[in-house]
């Protein structure tokens, strides 16, 4: 059973990516096919040949993009990160084990950890053993590091229910384009504004939660201690702020579709979560399908090349940029465990 088990969450996101890629090179050949000059060009070809003129067609769109969508997506990659680096403290608050750990070690560790969890895919497994290293290396517990990551992970769940929830209160019809992927996706305004309302009220309960002072969920000899209300409040503005920051790399890139923001915000929650449960590492494909069916206005074309600009500023680079620093910091762990080891000098 266990090794079927395993087996099961690759199989659907293999299926995910197969099933996403083709669907969107489809969109993208009818799309680009609709200039005569091209169509020429794609009915000479061969499949190698679509995908080079597709993405002639879609350097042109990034080629296109004036300096400053560039800067703001940035920022807002930046925005993000930051964020990001605020879950890991407020965890460390929650713990009470703040003292001697520096924001700048928390960020770093952050950065590193959501860089290789982003890219790699299995976030819980592959970012808890990054902040296990770093962590235990600074006194906690294993277990304090389970909490930790625990309540990292619930940050970020937090925050997509409660803007998905402000989202589908104010612009439930968002859903409804997502019957052209499944006629089991197919919700309609009323429905969709209802589910807002029940994510606020969820989000709602586990605030009243904290403002009641609940007591701790004992199982066995393992206590769960319910978040009090200070580190709710910074979850309240953490959560909301990563995500809106990574949505806004997207929405600055598409600015000249005019399209808004709450339309953007509401493709990205729910692409990157259709994302993550896929399990597929940065969500290639099955966000861009999500995002061509929420968006059917914009043009293939400039989804993709928008999608392409976010992965740049929220994968890319950083997973770049954070190599260097696994590395350095295992050399250093590795040089310390040395020390721990050598004989001492023979007294003559």
């Known amino acids: ?24 090179y489809f969109k993208l050949q009818s799309e680009v096919a609709a200039d005569p000059a091209v169509k020429a060009l794609l009915d000479a ?30 920022l807002s990659t930046l925005l993000a990160y ?55 290396a600074k006194g906690l517990s294993p277990a304090e590091v389970a909490v930790l ?39 309609g305004t009323t429905a969709g504004r209802w589910i807002g309302f029940a994510l606020l009220a969820f989000c709602t309960v586990y605030v009243v939660g904290a403002w009641r002072n609940l007591p701790p969920l004992k199982i066995g000899s393992f206590e769960l201690i319910y978040p009090r209300m200070p580190i709710v409040a910074r979850q309240l503005v953490a959560a909301p702020m990563e995500l809106i920051g ?28 259709a994302g993550l449960l896929s399990q597929v590492p940065g969500g290639v494909g099955v966000m861009e399908a999500v995002f061509l069916a929420v968006m059917p206005q914009v043009p293939a074309t400039s989804v993709f090349a928008a999608l392409l600009v976010w992965r740049l500023f929220y994968l890319i680079l950083p997973l770049i940029l954070s190599l260097p620093v696994v590395l350095l910091f295992e050399r250093s762990q590795l040089g310390k465990a040395s020390s721990a080891v050598k004989p001492p000098a023979e007294i003559h």
Request: with cysteine; hydrophobic share 55%; charged share 10%.
């Open 82 to 136: 930051a964020a990001l680096a605020w879950y890991d403290r407020i965890a460390l608050l929650h713990i009470n084990r703040q003292r001697g750990i520096s924001f700048l070690y928390v960020a770093v560790c952050s950065f590193v950890t959501y860089a290789l969890s982003h890219n790699i895919g299995a976030s819980v497994f592959s970012g808890g053993m990054v902040r296990f290293r770093a962590y235990t």
């Open 246 to 273: 990574a949505a806004g790399i997207i929405y600055f890139a598409l600015a000249h579709e005019n399209v808004s923001f709450m339309l953007v915000l509401g493709a990205f929650l729910l692409s990157f979560s």
């Open 45 to 74: 070809a061969g499949v190698w040949g679509d995908i080079r003129v597709i993405s002639s067609v879609i350097a042109e769109k990034l080629a296109g993009l004036p300096a400053s969508a560039y800067v703001l997506a940035g």
């Open 149 to 187: 990551v625990g309540l990292c992970s619930f940050t970020f769940g937090f925050g997509t229910v409660l803007l998905l929830g402000l989202v589908l209160a104010y612009e439930p019809e968002i859903l409804a384009p997502l019957g052209s992927l499944s006629e089991s996706f197919a919700i």
């Open 1 to 24: 059973m266990k090794r079927i088990n395993d087996f099961i969450w690759p199989t659907v996101g293999l299926i995910a990516v197969v099933w996403s890629v083709r669907l969107l």
